[in-house]
């Protein structure tokens, strides 16, 4: 069996991982484009009742807010935004000055329903616009979106882990990113929201396995010390595919065109069947040793470097070092429930996941709701996540990977709550402490995927690396509706279970192994012996 760490050792850094790193962050930054399109394909825009009796009748010429708008609607008091679809009732009698539009001119004591005309803020064309969810009562099918897309996911993302260690993680990447970018572009031509909803999930569900296998083919290039630095670089392109999504719906103003805007480019990666390799560390485990010392004599070409002696049994060596029960495994699933360390690994780091997901996207959607530009809102908050991966760089090498975790949620967990204490006059602070709760949240994001992937056996990690960020996609299910509690129990009730959620997590990250450059385990038995008496070797920095 081949070493591929000590053979990476002795070929070094150079302009194979380069190219690696420009080519995996390119997918990367295009797979978080499905799951942030619905953001701004099924916003909630700002709207009220049409008042004929004030509104003028050229259309162009009408504004959302005018002077007299108090005297003819509803405000809420949370809010102090119009009511969507209520209208105080018109009095009969003569006109005041020559016009109704003054105080006195309505009966603020009685409203009326309006659900054909409305005045909108800007020239926005949505879902909700298009095919009439109008109306606080229809906002749950907009919210909706979010958690089918989310849905989906939790559905697609133990699927494309399991196909990539039955198929390959290149397959499967690429797979996944031209299936997903059609289906979207099928989506932009839906003529009814059932028709949308169905392709919503189904690109999810295909879209949903890009960025973990993508993550995984780059991570095992690199040796446990290089990990963190290049995993940094490589999150810094995620956010870029969310702003880009952000700028292009500014810009364009309509769902249909902003799909397939986004969307075209993603056909371009079929070409990665040419331009990347599989993973070494899959061939390996599949026996096909051929290929492995290929793809090494190929990084070795490229990065100028020469190539190691090796045995000269070595391609043909099987995968003995393994242990039995690895090696003649028959489903990965039997091996999870059979290994009690194995499986409590999972359901406390499914846990996390859970809360990390929740308050990520949870505050993402959130985003648009703070006062002022919601473009600009949402691109500050994504924004912000390129200096936490920088950060993410810096405290996880100084801190353990556990306790770095644990204190990203905490201090996310304690600006969300203090958001609730500020007064809403107090714009600016209230808009740091969200993008500071953002920034703690992305990192602990950053720090849980590197966790997960240095604490469960290689024949395992991509299905384990799926199975829990399926099960935290219960989270981002959840996410898109706790915009609604809004509605039902006050503007602080969002913030305030984003922070408590983030609070719990920090407890349970306690409680998981520590894997800080510690070499990825490759069989069950290492995998448990992480954070015992018994541990995988420990990559030294320094060594040759």
């Not at 329903?113 to 109306?135: A, H, P, Q, S, Y």
């Not at 499914?350 to 990520?360: P, Q």
């Not at 609070?503 to 069950?524: G, H, Q, R, W, Y």
């Amino acid at each position: 069996m081949v070493d591929i760490d000590n053979v990476l050792v002795t070929l070094g850094m150079g302009r194979y991982q380069f190219m690696g790193c420009i080519l995996f962050g390119l997918m990367i930054m295009y797979s978080n484009v499905s799951p942030v399109a619905y953001v701004f394909t099924a916003s909630d825009l700002k709207y009220r009742c049409e008042i004929p009796e004030c509104d003028g009748p050229n259309l162009e010429g009408r504004t959302y807010e005018p002077k007299w708008l108090r005297f003819t609607t509803p405000y809420r008091n949370d809010t102090n935004q119009p009511r969507k679809c209520l209208r105080y009732a018109v009095l009969s009698g003569p006109l005041i000055n020559g016009t109704r539009c003054l105080s006195g001119g309505f009966n603020e004591s009685a409203t009326e329903w309006c659900r054909n005309n409305w005045v909108f803020e800007d020239f926005e064309n949505t879902i909700g616009k298009e095919f009439g969810l109008m109306c606080e009562d229809n906002k749950w099918k907009l919210s909706m979106v979010g958690t089918i897309n989310n849905f989906g996911q939790f559905i697609g993302i133990p699927l494309s882990g399991i196909i990539a260690d039955w198929y390959g993680r290149k397959f499967t990447m690429v797979f996944c990113a031209v299936l997903s970018a059609t289906l979207s572009i099928i989506q932009s031509f839906s003529n009814s929201y059932s028709m949308f909803m169905v392709l919503e999930f189904l690109s999810s569900i295909i879209s949903s396995g890009i960025y973990t296998v993508t993550f995984i083919l780059a991570m095992e290039l690199f040796l446990p010390h290089q990990r963190v630095l290049y995993y940094s670089v490589l999150e810094c392109f995620l956010p870029v595919g969310s702003i880009l999504v952000a700028y292009t719906a500014k810009i364009v103003q309509d769902w249909r065109i902003l799909l397939r805007l986004i969307n075209i480019p993603g056909l371009l990666f079929l070409s990665y069947f040419w331009l990347t390799e599989e993973s070494m560390r899959w061939l390996e485990s599949q026996g096909k040793h051929d290929q492995v010392i290929n793809a090494l004599k190929k990084i070795a070409a490229v990065n100028k470097k020469p190539f190691p002696d090796l045995p000269t049994n070595t391609q043909v060596q099987s995968v003995d070092s393994l242990d039995d029960q690895d090696s003649n495994f028959s489903s990965i699933i039997k091996d999870i429930i059979r290994s009690s360390t194995i499986f409590w690994r999972m359901i406390r780091c499914s846990y996390v996941w859970i809360a990390v997901t929740l308050v990520y996207y949870g505050l993402t959607i959130s985003s648009t709701d703070i006062a002022g530009d919601k473009y600009l809102n949402f691109s500050l908050v994504l924004f912000v996540e390129i200096p936490a991966c920088l950060l993410n760089w810096l405290i996880m090498e100084g801190m353990s990977r556990k306790m770095s975790l644990c204190c990203m949620f905490v201090f996310s967990g304690v600006t969300c709550v203090t958001y609730n204490l500020m007064p809403s006059e107090l714009y600016l602070i209230k808009l740091s402490l969200f993008l500071v709760s953002k920034l703690a949240i992305s990192i602990a994001f950053c720090i849980i995927y590197m966790l997960t992937a240095e604490i469960f056996p290689t024949r395992m990690r991509a299905t384990m690396m799926s199975m829990c960020s399926m099960l935290g996609r219960i989270g981002s299910m959840l996410s898109p509706q706790a915009t609604l509690l809004t509605e039902y129990f006050g503007v602080y009730a969002t913030m305030l279970v984003f922070g408590m959620t983030a609070l719990a997590a920090a407890a349970i990250t306690m409680t998981l192994p520590e894997s800080k450059n510690i070499k990825l385990p490759d069989t069950i038995d290492e995998a448990k012996g992480i954070g015992t008496d018994v541990k995988p070797k420990i990559i030294d920095k320094n060594s040759p």
